[in-house]
């Protein structure tokens, strides 16, 4: 119903005295994974980089065991610093330091090594720093070590500490250091005093006023950021780090969970290193500090299908057992009592008490391929085998449809496994397109887990269709059993995935419009969902069809690519493209009715004819040729406004797929499954579009490489749900108006004369934020009598104030 010929009022009939439909104690928690330096410069504490000379070129071609570590010679003082293998400290730490001292200077501090921190090391006076670290004197006399925390240029010393005397065999030193100045971007340096050589491992300086409190814990602010959502769950290691680029970058838990010397560390595939000290142990530490319910993530015993060269790899069937062992002993080690074998290693690490996992993931996003179905369904047999009381999240590949998730979905069903996890990364208009998927879903069938979820952007559309996608589950709480967004945490300057819930730097957390969503939903939630009838609700205008429609031409990242015989239906493009205009990138005709478009820097270029044909019907053309080794081209048509679009991609994603996608509000995703054709440099491509209305066609060199029907659902533009909470008696109605008109609303509950407070986002599409305070936050407020207006664009949540009334 359009905003003229809706009634001017819209009334919620929510049924109170309704048994209701029980639903899931766990929906929303959170996802985590080690990606934008989440974990290492991040959540976990830590403030050395490289603190076990582990760092090289597996994480980054540039790195090495000394990266973020530089000699120091002051004051007359000389040395070296190297690196070993010899003797090491454990050998799953192979590296160490070998600081040697020959002279040691007038102040007699020695020759030392000084750590630069994760984007330098934020300190606070007042507070006290726990440093530690392994050593053995190898020679000589320099058998005391002075550690400092001091500034940036070091003529400041803000705290100092002694650690010492050393022996000759490998020994762990502890003090502290009560530090004296603030500062934002200080530096850590050890020295030895005396002459000789000092090996040094595991070098670490760490607050003591970390989350609860907890040695070698978890960043207060960010886990407190984090606990503030009251998840549910945490579900961990990933997301793509759980089954790694490779069999050997598989993360595999039992390396995670023993003493820090002993842990497996390895690269991060997103382009760095994981030192494992925020591990499994850590992980399922911070779920019951937080009072969430542990949701790992394991392997199906196969690697990532991203994995360069050969795909997609299974363990070898000689090394399954072991694996499928491996598994088991998770639940051993999180569930077993203290005496069992896995469980003494839990107690060992300061955890006697079992931590209750219910719940296990097996694989992530994997291809749903002969290689993945044995060694999950080995998996999945021996777990409920051996541990019935475990449920079992199965994987649904990477999208909300599409081949791997029908596979999966059926492997799912055929095997029995409980729940499913699926992925869906899309515009704000698909999530209020896709409301109403769940509410024909199997209910006998295999749950649901929608494991990653995000619309695209940190801003006001975003974040309110996610609302109203989260109301489309919780009115499906019975099937639709956990949630995440993804992905939750990105550091500054090192944001590898975008949109993120919270933001963060070394001294600062910003949560995003997005995160005061999830926390709206997670803090109001319901045991039971309650019949909810809308009336006169508003609807969304219908999509243009005809009209006018433009196009687009461009070259994808770091490409130089020429285009000709440009046709827009039967007209060709001008010759000097004078009415095109530049949306990004740089261009120039090339004189003979073609033109060249250069993109740097990572971003593509683009030219655009806004109005260039008449709607529904059409065909575009162009040849198009790339002349260096960037990606490959983007053509864009069926543009209606800016950022509204289709989107043919010819030899993206590193030059490796040609997808077909739609644009909404800027937002890309994809319509058709990735074709693996490449783009050759040099060569012509005729690359042709045939647009029916919304059937495409795309052709390369006459070939058809997409067809596509694009299929649209209304989308759910006023959502709304409405739960009752047993515990505390509570009716909590959830509203999410998207359109940009207030709706004023008639609450009729079955029980009457309530009073209701209040929780309002009023969060504007376009308003958006990232290393920044959001643009807006909740507003709490009390509501009297049973009218309600919610604003423009707006999440409201309404909860009675009257208590145990409950029929
Ligand atoms: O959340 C970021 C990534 O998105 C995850 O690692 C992966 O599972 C998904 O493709």
């Keep these: ?46 403030l050395v980089q490289n603190r076990s000379f582990e760092y090289g070129p597996a994480d980054r071609p540039e790195w090495h065991a000394l990266t973020a570590w530089e000699p120091l010679e002051r004051d007359g003082a000389a040395g070296s610093l190297t690196v070993s293998t010899i003797v090491p400290l454990h050998p799953a730490n192979p590296h160490h330091a070998v600081l040697t001292t020959t002279a040691t200077g007038t102040t007699g501090l020695g020759a030392g090594l000084r750590n630069e921190g994760f984007d330098g090391i934020a300190v606070r006076a007042g507070e006290t720093y726990d440093v530690s670290l392994y050593a053995r004197l190898a020679d000589g006399s320099a058998d005391r070590l002075v550690a400092l925390i001091e500034s940036r240029d070091g003529s400041r010393v803000y705290g100092r500490a002694e650690l010492g005397p050393l022996t000759g065999t490998w020994e762990r030193y502890a003090t502290e250091i009560a530090c004296e100045e603030t500062d934002p971007d200080a530096r850590f340096t050890v020295t ?45 290691p990933g997301g793509c780090v759980a089954h790694g680029l490779g069999l050997a970058n598989m993360y595999r838990w039992p390396g995670t969970v023993g003493p820090l010397p002993a842990r497996r560390q390895m690269f991060n595939l997103w382009g760095y290193h994981q030192s494992m000290g925020l591990g499994y142990f ?53 569930n077993g009592p203290a005496d069992s074998h896995w469980g003494a290693v839990r107690a060992a690490a ?146 590898q995935w975008s949109p993120d819930l919270i933001y963060f730097d070394n001294t600062h957390v910003w949560p995003t419009l997005n995160y005061h969503v999830q926390r709206m939903h997670s803090v109001n939630s319901g045991d039971t969902a309650l019949p909810v009838t809308v009336t006169g609700a508003p609807e969304a205008p219908p999509l243009p069809e005809g009209g006018r429609h433009g196009v687009r031409i461009g070259a994808g990242a770091d490409t130089s690519a020429e285009f000709t015989d440009v046709r827009v239906g039967s007209s060709p493009a001008t010759p000097d493209f004078a009415d095109w205009h530049r949306e990004s990138g740089s261009w120039e005709p090339d004189g003979e009715g073609g033109v060249r478009l250069t993109a740097s820097g990572g971003e593509e270029s683009a030219l655009v004819l806004a109005d260039a044909v008449d709607g529904p019907s059409y065909t575009f053309s162009v040849r198009a040729r790339k002349t260096n080794d960037g990606e490959g081209f983007v053509i864009g048509f069926a543009a209606t406004s800016p950022g509204n679009r289709y989107q043919w991609t010819v030899g993206g994603w590193q030059n490796r797929f040609t997808r077909l996608q739609r644009v909404d509000d800027g937002v890309a995703q994809d319509l058709t499954e990735p074709v693996g054709v490449p783009v050759e440099t040099g060569r012509w491509y005729d ?4 647009v029916e209305g919304r059937r495409v066609r795309c052709y390369r060199d006459g070939l058809l490489i997409h067809d596509c029907e694009d299929v649209r659902s209304a989308p759910e533009v006023f959502a709304v749900s409405a739960v009752r909470d047993s ?25 009457t004369g309530e009073r209701f407070h209040r929780t309002t986002l009023t969060a504007p599409p376009d308003v958006t934020s990232r290393f920044e305070p959001a643009p807006a936050t909740p507003a709490e407020d009390q509501l009297s009598g049973d009218v309600c207006e919610f604003p423009p664009y707006s999440f409201t949540v309404l909860r009675t104030l009257t208590g145990n009334d409950q029929p």
């Design 687 to 690: 690359l042709r579009v045939e």
């Design 350 to 495: 300061g955890h006697p008490e079992p931590f209750g996992l219910e719940y296990l993931g097996v694989g992530n996003e994997d291809v749903i391929s002969d290689t993945f179905r044995e060694r999950f369904a080995r998996i999945h047999d021996a777990l409920r085998d051996h541990h019935p009381e475990i449920t079992v999240i199965g994987t649904v590949g990477p999208f909300p449809a599409g081949e791997d998730w029908e596979k999966g979905w059926a492997f799912a069903r055929e095997n029995d496994v409980p729940i499913v996890d699926e992925h869906s990364y899309k515009s704000p208009r698909w999530f209020l397109e896709n409301t109403r998927r769940f509410d024909t879903m199997d209910r006998e069938g295999p749950h649901l887990y929608i494991g990653e979820y995000g619309s695209g952007r940190n801003n006001g559309r975003s974040a309110l269709a996610e609302a109203a996608y989260m109301i489309a589950m919780e009115r499906n709480g019975d099937i639709v059993r956990l949630a995440s967004y993804a992905p939750l945490l990105a550091k500054r300057d090192h944001v």
């Design 192 to 236: 030895a005093t005396g002459t000789g050589t000092v090996h040094l491992d595991l070098v670490s300086l760490f607050p003591q006023a970390t989350f609860r409190g907890r040695p070698g814990g978890l960043r207060a602010d960010l886990a407190q950021a984090i606990a503030d959502l009251k998840p549910k769950f945490v579900r961990f």
């Design 727 to 751: 515990a505390t008696g509570d009716v909590i109605v959830k509203i999410a108006n998207t359109t940009p008109e207030p709706v004023t609303s008639r609450l009729r509950l079955t029980r």
């Design 1 to 46: 119903m359009t905003a003229s010929d809706r009634p001017a009022e819209t009334v919620i009939e929510v049924d109170t005295s309704a048994p209701g439909t029980a639903i899931s104690p766990d929906l929303f928690g959170v996802f985590f994974e080690d990606l934008s330096h989440a974990a290492d410069g991040g959540l976990y504490a830590e």
């Design 282 to 334: 850590e992980y399922f530490q911070f779920c019951e500090d937080i009072g969430a319910k542990p949701l790992p993530v394991v392997p199906a015993g196969v690697c990532c299908q991203n994995t360069h060269v050969t795909g997609q790899v299974g363990l070898p069937d000689e090394e399954m057992q072991a694996y499928v062992d491996e598994v088991l002993a998770l639940v051993e080690w999180a």
